[in-house]
T-cell receptor, first 112, second 115 residues
Framework: KQEVTQIPAALSVPEGENLVLNCSFT??????LQWFRQDPGKGLTSLLL?????REQTSGRLNASLDKSSGRSTLYIAASQPGDSATYLC???????????FGQGTRLTINP | GAVVSQHPSWVICKSGTSVKIECRSL??????MFWYRQFPKQSLMLMAT?????????EQGVEKDKFLINHASLTLSTLTVTSAHPEDSSFYIC???????????FGPGTRLLVL
């Protein structure tokens, strides 16, 4: 059974810092991995998707990497801003399956 | 980017009534859509997987007769909460999956309050 773990559960950093969020999964037979953010009381916003054959994806100040063999992904946020404060979720789509398996999320707070 | 809408964004209803929530993929076709619910400060919980033109697949513990799902077209899925009770009050979120890379895009959610 696929399990997804996110560390840390919560993180608070000053504005301007670069930071890394971690995601690990137990079964390397994945189709893709997505990173999302959720603001309080809102739906999920897709940030980046990495297909199983890819190593990383970049969008603006965000960079996500994928190491399938070790079952790890990281989300790197450069020059953090207060608007980056949210819960960040990683989710994997298992090969042959339809539904995503989510981590518990990292609650990020960027202090002005 | 891909956009998914939900309607209504919030609804208040009396106990015993039925409520329908719509989920639409606005700029892509989705053969598969998903319905989740989320209680305050908790993780998303998958309720069911909806495939266009076929019956939904419900997760264990989710009553299919209470949460009716219809996926009649490639851009629309509906969730009907039948005979709603206060314990059904929650935040309901849908997602739609693209073909090919199978990315999931989420709607903004519907907040349901049953009095």
């Amino acid at each position: 059974k696929q399990e997804v773990t996110q560390i840390p559960a919560a993180l608070s950093v000053p504005e301007g810092e670069n930071l890394v969020l971690n995601c690990s999964f137990t079964d390397s037979a994945i189709y893709n991995l997505q990173w999302f953010r959720q603001d309080p009381g809102k739906g999920l916003t897709s940030l980046l998707l990495i297909q199983s054959s890819q190593r990383e994806q970049t969008s603006g100040r965000l960079n996500a990497s994928l190491d399938k063999s070790s079952g790890r992904s990281t989300l790197y946020i450069a020059a953090s801003q207060p608007g980056d404060s949210a819960t960040y979720l990683c989710a994997v789509l298992i090969q042959g399956a339809q539904k995503l398996v989510f981590g518990q999320g990292t609650r990020l707070t960027i202090n002005p | 980017g891909a956009v998914v809408s939900q309607h209504p964004s919030w609804v208040i209803c009396k106990s015993g009534t039925s409520v329908k929530i719509e989920c639409r993929s606005l700029d892509f076709q989705a053969t598969t859509m998903f319905w989740y619910r989320q209680f305050p400060k908790q993780s998303l919980m998958l309720m069911a997987t909806s495939n266009e033109g076929s019956k939904a697949t419900y997760e264990q513990g989710v009553e299919k007769d209470k949460f009716l799902i219809n996926h009649a077209s490639l851009t629309l899925s509906t969730l009907t909460v039948t005979s709603a009770h206060p314990e059904d009050s929650s935040f309901y979120i849908c997602s739609a999956q693209t073909s090919g890379v199978k990315a999931q895009y989420f709607g903004p959610g519907t907040r349901l309050l049953v009095l």
